[in-house]
């Protein structure tokens, strides 16, 4: 339920906030506008207030919305409204008309990271892990232990903004300079190349094949949450159980536990465990689960973790409100590039079409994202009212995009578009937007099927 509301809640929020951009400067430029909707379909609710033309409208199927302005080739319009139709107004104003849609998403999407740069953003310091032999930040001379200063000469904060710079600048394929402080506080300097790296890389785990990891602490294999009507549960597993051996392999962190438990699906697993001052033997047999293409073990057992030791990771971003407001313009700016470039990476076939997210996944994300807290679910309102507005700025005919290059050539000709070429436009948008609500489609349903 809370994945279903949050979802309905995006959608409306992000919906409302582009079709009032269409209206408000329809208004601005004397346009009537006839109704405003929120979903299309049957009309369920209908409003309209005292000395407004427009009708207010929540419709049945809740993925959308739309702004019906007066306009001559949708119907008669009286010879005293034409002043107030949209086919009547100059071409500069029906393109503000329909890049304020747009425009609205994105200053939705700077607000939202204005609010959350401002008030502090919960992240990992860029603290290096192991870094393998082999790979570009070992040639680097990159250390584990050591932390991310800078790249370029802008500053790292948290291991969030470094996976988001690299990508950014991996787009690029050059060499960075990064600077480092060492685990005894000495400032160094490293560069970088990112060119080994290749357009299928950027939908994948990038960060590993630079070399990149995030530093884990060791954590003990101790028994800490247990899901409940779980296998480690049934096997009356309990919290506080330090796991000693498993199948007779001796046990010295947590990660050896989940590496022996997720390759026995389905398999007799016995764990030696001491509770208290006892010593005491258990036998359970991991459920098997799909994940990324394969069956793996699991036992529904989470570890017991020192919360000082996470607390020594984490640190909170946050920036005056000058400086916030600077921050979140560039977040917008760089996240709408980054879109479109692998938007068009993806048309080339350079990146894979899986990274299309249609709307199943959209609401898992809605969902997870409003379980981790408000700051979270914010700023996934911002990457979508982002991705939104990306979206409709493409030159699609049926987008706001499409309808902007049909202006653009009417301000060249000097004439309109002729409806012929209107009608065909129709008919190609139609085709391609149905083609990739296939592939989002298809690929929400593989991902659900895969884990």
Known sequence: MITLFSFIVAIALLVVFHEYGHYWVARRCGVKVLRFSLGFG????????????????????????????????????????????????????????????????????????????????????????????????????????????????????????????????ALKQGEVKIETLSDHGTTLFHSLDLSELEASDLDGAFMDKLGLHLYQPVILPVIGKLTEGGVAQMAQLQEGDLVLRADDIPLTSWSGLVEVVRSHPGLNVQLDIQRANQLLSLKMIPQGVTESGKIVGKIGAAPKVDKSVLDALLVEVSYPPVDAFMHALNKTWDTSVISLKMLGKMVLGEVSMKNISGPITIADYAGQSAHMGWAAYLGFLALISISLGVLNLLPVPLLDGGHLLYYVVELVKGSPVSEQAWEIGQKIGIALLGTLMVFAVYNDINRLISG
Do not use: C
């Not at 419709?59 to 009286?78: Q, T």
């Not at 032999?133 to 903004?161: F, K, M, N, R």
């Open 42 to 169: 049957k009309p369920l609710l209908t409003k309209r207030f005292a000395h407004s033309d427009t009708e207010w409208v929540i419709s049945a199927i809740p993925l959308g919305g739309y702004v019906k302005m007066l306009d001559e080739r949708e119907g008669e319009v009286p010879p005293e409204e034409l002043n107030q139709a949209f086919n009547r107004k100059p071409v500069l104003q029906r393109m503000a008309i329909v890049a304020a849609g747009p425009i609205a998403n994105f200053l939705l999407a700077i607000v939202l990271y204005w609010v959350l740069l401002m008030h502090g953003l919960p992240g990992l310091k860029p603290i290096l892990g192991v870094v393998p032999t082999g790979t570009p930040a070992s040639a680097a001379l990159l250390h584990a232990g050591e932390t991310i200063v800078s790249i370029d000469g802008v500053a790292i904060p948290s291991w969030q903004e470094l996976h988001w710079s690299l990508l950014t600048l």
